[in-house]
Nanobody, 126 residues
Framework: VQLQACGGGLVQAGGSLRLSCAAS????????MGWFRQAPGKEREFVAA????????IYADSVRGRFTLSRDNGKNTVYLQMSSLKPEDTAVYYC????????????????????WGRGTLVTVSS
């Protein structure tokens, strides 16, 4: 599965952005997908994930209540709606996918995912 993330940009603190992750060569719906981010000089960190068999989302504590993961079946696209953005949300955001069915505790681990898209940069100004 090839993934393409887009929708990043420059936004002021408190603003919103919606990231998209489009899949080609396969469909979302089996296994799991996740959003990760990497700020300059920092490790890649987990943001949100969804295991399709359970249709439930999990979120990092730092974004819970502000970010929402959703899916458009018709467009084979997953979204990350980001609200109340903070300067510390500044990072390159990546979407990832696996056709395996990982246990919930493995969803925040980057190694769980086999397919990665190119990142999209989100910059939040103070």
């Amino acid at each position: 599965v090839q993934l393409q993330a887009c929708g990043g940009g420059l936004v002021q603190a408190g603003g919103s952005l919606r990231l998209s992750c489009a899949a080609s060569g396969g469909t979302f719906g089996s296994g799991a997908m996740g959003w990760f981010r990497q700020a300059p000089g920092k490790e890649r960190e987990f943001v949100a994930a969804r295991r399709w068999s359970f249709s439930t989302n999990i979120y990092a504590d730092s974004v819970r209540g502000r970010f929402t993961l959703s899916r458009d079946n018709g467009k084979n696209t997953v979204y990350l709606q980001m609200s109340s953005l903070k300067p510390e949300d500044t990072a390159v955001y990546y979407c990832a996918n696996t056709v395996r069915n990982p246990i919930t505790s493995m969803l925040p681990s980057p190694g769980t995912y086999t397919d990665w898209g190119r990142g999209t940069l989100v910059t939040v100004s103070s």
